[in-house]
């Protein structure tokens, strides 16, 4: 089975310049999630998705980020225009609701995530 | 709002067993994973407990105490492949009505011969 898949894998890009990063989430999960992660901060949440309708976007860090989910099966993280602050790694991630003993689990899987540096 | 602790870093030598443990102070709390994340790759879903008590998985356990908003991940007989960061995160559920995982910054442990 096909895990959640991401692109670019790298980019590398000037401050003030267009960023586009591209998600597939596994094939039947209904939420979706995008994250940034750097050393200082670890892996912070920024905005989620539920059956393609945006839920929380309250840690975007700035206008400058926005994000869509046009159908069930992509969904893109822009930065416009890019800092060299917003250089980390950015993770896609998605779930199901799934059920354990009775108890539902929501279990994250990750993609590969893309290394972002602005110069 | 959610706060999560866990060691910066951990060594071990090979075959030992070593405990990494977690503390939280959150709201909605609704469950505890524990993810591997080797050095340049993504995070990988290793544990969850939802109520209180150990859960074992082959080398690996995980236990919970959601009085004292502690849990801990146990592994045993370590292999040099075990080096990497452990994260710590705990789900609960917003506003929204959803749940979300808000991760610890991870314990790196290091697995020596």
């Known amino acids: 089975d096909a895990g959640v898949i991401q692109s670019p894998r790298h980019e590398v890009t000037e401050m003030g310049q267009e960023v586009t990063l591209r998600c597939k989430p596994i094939?039947?999960?209904?939420?979706l999630f995008w994250y940034r992660q750097t050393m200082m901060r670890g892996l912070e949440l920024l905005i989620y998705?539920?059956?393609?309708?945006?839920?929380?976007d309250s840690g975007m860090p700035e206008d400058r980020f926005s994000a869509k989910m046009p159908n069930a099966s992509f969904s893109t993280l822009k930065i416009q225009p890019s800092e060299p602050r917003d250089s980390a790694v950015y993770f896609c991630?998605?779930?199901?609701?799934?059920?354990?003993?009775?108890?539902?689990?929501?279990?994250?899987?990750f993609g590969p995530g893309t290394r972002l540096t602005v110069l | 709002g959610q706060n999560i602790d866990q060691p910066t870093e951990m060594t071990a030598t090979e075959g030992a067993i070593v405990q990494i443990n977690c503390t939280y102070q959150?709201?909605?709390?609704?469950?505890l994973f524990w993810y591997q994340q080797h050095a340049g790759e993504a995070p990988t879903f290793l544990s969850y407990n939802v109520l209180d008590g150990l859960e074992e998985k082959g080398r690996f356990s995980s236990f919970l105490s959601r009085s004292k908003g502690y849990s801990y991940l146990l592994l045993k007989e370590l292999q040099m492949k075990d080096s990497a960061s452990y994260l710590c995160a705990v789900r609960s559920f917003g506003n929204s009505g959803y749940s979300t995982l808000t991760f610890g910054k991870g314990t790196m442990l290091l697995v020596s011969p």
């Open positions: 991630a998605s779930s199901f609701p799934g059920l354990a003993g009775g108890i539902s689990t929501d279990t994250q899987y």
């Open positions: 094939s039947g999960h209904n939420s």
């Open positions: 998705f539920n059956n393609n309708v945006p839920i929380d």
């Open positions: 959150t709201s909605g709390f609704n469950g």
